[in-house]
């Protein structure tokens, strides 16, 4: 049995008490969890916790607000108290892929359709985003999904070495100012945890349609001693990744997309 999700989120349109401050920071964000003003998190480790995403206003559409209230139960995974196996999420069990930053989650639901022998834990701070996929994958009856709600890098502090097959992180917030650079989710220090969370022989891979980003996220991943980069730089997109409207966008306004693909050693 999944455990059962031991807070309450606000759901934006259900008959709930709201989270959400006037400005529309902490817009769906789980209670525990609410991004404060100044971009730190709640808690002791959170308050060293550079925040690596934009609050954003979002509709919650009906179907996306009811499978918050039915599904997240059941689905959900408390970002401060997962299990150190995400795998145990699922019956029977099975290797596990996260995905940070689903956004809308249309690329989790084709990868876990693609590839049922895979469990797929898909984290975004973005409720109304967590809300549609839980809808598309009760429409598609999809059992290897599990999805939180809350800060990719603090779930990832409390998970076992060696206890993920993949990490992916497509499309993370550009934040293309050079003063908010330092809010970019790829960093040296995300970089090692990811590797240290892979079996040997995992992957963690990365898309970005920003060209310094890109370039970053290389050296990056080139300095990690755990991963090594087979292709040697970016690689053409995989035919298994979606193509998500966020990429789609930026392909028309002339931003191509890079991907970056590392092995844990
Ligand atoms: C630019 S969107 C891309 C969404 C999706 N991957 C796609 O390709 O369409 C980036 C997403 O990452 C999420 N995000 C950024 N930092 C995060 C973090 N530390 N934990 C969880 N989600 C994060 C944002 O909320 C946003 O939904």
């Known amino acids: 049995m999944p455990p059962a999700y031991p807070w309450r989120v606000t759901v934006p349109g259900a008959d709930q008490p709201s989270a959400v401050r006037a400005d529309g920071v902490g817009e769906g964000v789980g209670e525990r ?5 100044g971009g730190e998190q709640r808690g002791p480790a959170a308050d060293r916790r550079i925040r690596t995403f934009h609050p954003r206003r979002s509709r919650t559409t009906p179907s996306a607000a009811s499978a918050l209230t039915r599904l997240l139960p059941a689905w959900g995974v408390d970002a401060e108290e997962p299990p150190a196996h ?3 999420l699922f019956d029977p069990p099975r290797p596990v ?4 930053g689903s956004g809308m ?9 693609a590839d049922p022998g895979h469990g797929i834990v898909a984290v975004d701070v973005h409720t109304p985003g967590i809300g549609a996929l839980l809808a598309g994958a009760e429409r598609a009856g999809l059992a290897n ?3 939180c709600v809350g800060d990719a890098v603090e779930l990832m502090d ?3 070495p060696a206890s993920l097959v993949g990490i992916r992180a497509f499309f993370p917030d550009p934040w293309p100012k050079v003063r908010h650079h330092k809010r970019r989710l790829v960093q040296p220090a995300f970089v090692h945890r990811a590797a240290t969370l892979l079996v040997p022989g995992g992957t963690l891979h990365l898309a970005t349609d920003i060209p310094d980003y890109a370039e970053r ?3 990056v991943c080139a300095a990690e001693a755990l991963l090594v980069n087979r292709s040697g730089g970016f690689v053409p997109r995989p035919d298994w990744r979606p193509v998500t409207g966020y990429e789609r966008r930026g392909l028309v306004a002339g931003r191509p997309s890079v991907d970056l693909i590392l092995e844990r050693r």
């Open 33 to 37: 969890t609410p991004p404060r003003p």
């Open 86 to 88: 995400l795998s145990d």
């Open 97 to 100: 892929v996260l995905e940070i």
């Open 105 to 113: 989650g249309e690329a989790t639901l084709q990868m876990a359709a």
């Open 145 to 147: 999904v599990r999805v």
């Open 158 to 160: 409390h998970l076992a």
């Open 217 to 219: 996220m290389l050296a």
